[in-house]
């Protein structure tokens, strides 16, 4: 809050991270508004940041195969793709992605390539 705020002011205010930029003389609950959605951003950015501690954490349970799978399957590829990407059986990729849908907790395809988008996972080119 300023009582002599200009445009400058605020955009180094709001890309410092600031909720609002209330001038004075502001409402009482222009400051009380601000702090909720304050609260709520801060509510969601630790539900977030949790989901994905806890997927680091399932993560670290995978086999390195098992993550070299991941990474191609969530790029799009197929199955038989993958395992000519790897040189390995078909049947071998089914048997990684099944292990990896369950240690992940991942409970579609889908599911499971939202989950590897939020750990960064992006296939390494080789």
Known sequence: MTGHGDIPMTVRAMKGGAIDFLTKPFRDQDMLDAVVMAIERDRKRREIEKVVVDLQALFATLTSREREVL????????????????????????????????????????????????????????
Do not use: P
């Open 71 to 126: 990474a191609l399957v969530a790029t799009g590829l197929m199955n038989k793709q993958v395992a000519a990407e790897l040189g390995l059986a078909e049947i071998t990729v089914k048997i990684h992605r099944g292990h990896i849908m369950k240690k992940m907790g991942a409970r579609s395809l889908a599911d499971l390539v939202r989950k590897a988008e939020m750990l960064g996972i992006h296939r390494i080119k080789s």
